[in-house]
């Protein structure tokens, strides 16, 4: 809700005092939720959200005014397939306005969403959070990419070649499903395991590896970095991204930047 740090410490000491008990509890590793604070939990975050949205009806969204920077949660692959397409629609809409896109997981990103420390996440979800909604965004799949000029393949990969292959692979941990998504993950000679497929593509351009990524990302860095986008039937994951967003989120600037979301995915 935007309070400083010294409001934070006296509303707390508010409470405290209303429900007689200390509420939070100082161990090693941070703040402990007493029992009482768990119990008080669901009211507490209900009350929060309804002030919030008092305080959102005093202030009208404009996109053409406002400084807002607003915070997303993506993988790489997925903000770099999003990214270009909405800074262009932001300077153009709401040329004062940012954004800013962090790397959560799956469990964290749509925890975050429904604290209202970020407004929106997007991912592969597997599960739904509770007080989060998810809406489906596209759908992409996995490809396998090689060098320009790789000394074995032009246009095509057998299977038995890709298990015979030295491979690149991104276990990337914002991501969300599961780690080794691609088939036969735990069969492959593995040359090289990197936390981002942006990296995954650099060193496949460097290399006589092979890659296994999200056909859009390789389909807009494959002229950039030199890399053959191979013919592999057998690889047919799919990769389906969602956005998660509030459940009963009143606020206008997230709505418009949600719409700028959708967008950005149509026109990556």
Same mark, same amino acid.
């Given at each position: ?62 996109? !053409?005014? *406002?400084? =807002? @920077? ?7 692959? #997925? /903000?770099? +397939? &999003? ?66 000029? !790789?000394? *074995?393949? =032009? @246009? ?7 298990? #015979? /292959?030295? +491979? &690149? ?100």
């Amino acid at each position: 809700m935007g309070l400083s740090q010294p409001a934070v410490s006296h509303a707390l000491a508010r409470l405290r005092e209303l429900f007689d008990d200390p509420l939070f509890i100082r161990r090693p590793h941070g703040l402990e939720p007493t029992r009482r604070a768990l119990q008080l939990a669901p009211q507490i975050e209900a009350l929060v959200q309804l002030a919030d949205a008092a305080l959102r009806q005093d202030n009208k969204f404009d996109p !053409h005014t *406002t400084n =807002r @920077r607003f915070e997303l949660s993506a993988p790489d692959f #997925a /903000a770099a +397939h &999003i990214a270009p397409a909405l800074m262009k629609q932001l300077s153009n809409a709401a040329p004062h306005a940012g954004f800013h896109i962090r790397s959560l997981g799956n469990e964290a990103a749509q925890g975050a969403v429904k604290k209202g420390e970020i407004d929106l996440a997007i991912g592969r979800f597997g599960s739904h959070y509770p007080g989060v909604i998810l809406e489906h965004l596209y759908e992409d799949r996995y490809c396998v990419v090689v060098r320009q000029g !790789h000394p *074995t393949f =032009r @246009r095509k990969i057998s299977l038995e070649q890709y298990m #015979a /292959a030295s +491979h &690149i692979l991104s276990l990337a941990p914002g991501e969300g499903g599961k780690e080794g998504d691609t088939e036969n993950t735990a069969n492959l000679r593995l040359l090289a395991v990197v936390p981002r497929w942006l990296l995954v593509l650099t060193l496949v351009g460097q290399s006589d590896g092979v890659g296994t990524v999200p056909r859009r990302l390789a389909e807009r860095h494959a002229d950039t970095l030199g890399l053959t986008i191979l013919n592999a039937p057998f690889i047919g994951r799919k990769l389906n991204v969602s956005v998660a967003t509030r459940a009963g989120e009143t606020d206008e600037g997230t709505a418009w930047f949600l719409e700028q979301v959708r967008q950005s995915c149509r026109d990556g």
